[in-house]
Nanobody, 122 residues
């Protein structure tokens, strides 16, 4: 599995951006698709998740402002970001989680994109 982010850029506070995460390879094996973000000197922060059943989860910091969605035909997940704040400035990463289950055990694999910069000006 490979994932590639796009859609980052510079936006004014209160504006919107839509990030895209395009997956390739064995996309059918993706169990969860997450968005994370990271700023210099800080650890990567979980933002949103969509499971392969469509269940979504959000961090409190972005709930009601960000929405994760999926276009199955395009193998692409999106992060719609509204009401952006300067604190949302970060590099945003897409993460695909794959769980391979056999009769004996389950093994998890993690696939990360290269990140896309989002800058929100005040």
């Amino acid at each position: 599995v490979q994932v590639v982010e796009s859609g980052g850029g510079l936006v004014q506070a209160g504006g919107s951006l839509r990030l895209a995460c395009e997956a390739s390879g064995r996309v059918v094996d993706i169990t969860t698709l997450d968005w994370y973000r990271q700023t210099p000197g800080k650890s990567r922060e979980f933002i949103a998740r969509m499971t392969n059943r469509g269940t979504t989860t959000y961090a409190d910091s972005v709930k009601d402002r960000f929405t994760i969605s999926r276009d199955v035909a395009l193998n692409t997940w999106y992060l719609q970001m509204n009401s952006l704040k300067p604190d949302d400035t970060a590099v945003y990463y897409c993460h695909a989680g794959v769980t391979v289950t056999t009769s004996e055990r389950s093994v998890d694999f993690d696939y990360w994109g290269q990140g896309t910069q989002v800058t929100v000006s005040s």
